[in-house]
């Protein structure tokens, strides 16, 4: 699974956070198994980051398979 990490403002819903809300848009450079492995990389991988602060929260994206460049398509 490719691993995207979209990083919003707590003032922007879940569902309204998208790559163009976003503060931030990260792709892990490693490939996860599985959804909880997803997960478990994601948020490791943004606390890593630096880039999630107070006043933002980290949406993660798991996508099955291919690049992760089809996400961001509305």
């Given at each position: 699974?490719?691993i995207?990490?979209l990083?919003?403002?707590?003032a922007?819903s879940?569902?309204d956070?998208?790559?163009?809300?976003a503060?931030?848009?990260?792709?892990?450079?490693v490939?996860?198994?599985?959804?909880?492995?997803?997960?478990m990389q994601?948020?490791?991988?943004?606390?890593?980051s630096?880039?999630v602060g107070?006043?933002?929260?980290?949406?993660?994206?798991?996508?099955?398979?291919?690049?992760?460049?089809?996400v961001?398509r509305?």
């Amino acid at each position: 699974m490719d691993i995207v990490i979209l990083v919003c403002a707590i003032a922007i819903s879940a569902g309204d956070c998208t790559s163009e809300s976003a503060t931030h848009v990260l792709r892990a450079p490693v490939m996860a198994v599985g959804h909880s492995g997803c997960m478990m990389q994601a948020m490791a991988y943004a606390a890593q980051s630096n880039t999630v602060g107070d006043g933002y929260y980290p949406k993660v994206l798991c996508v099955k398979t291919g690049p992760a460049a089809h996400v961001f398509r509305d």
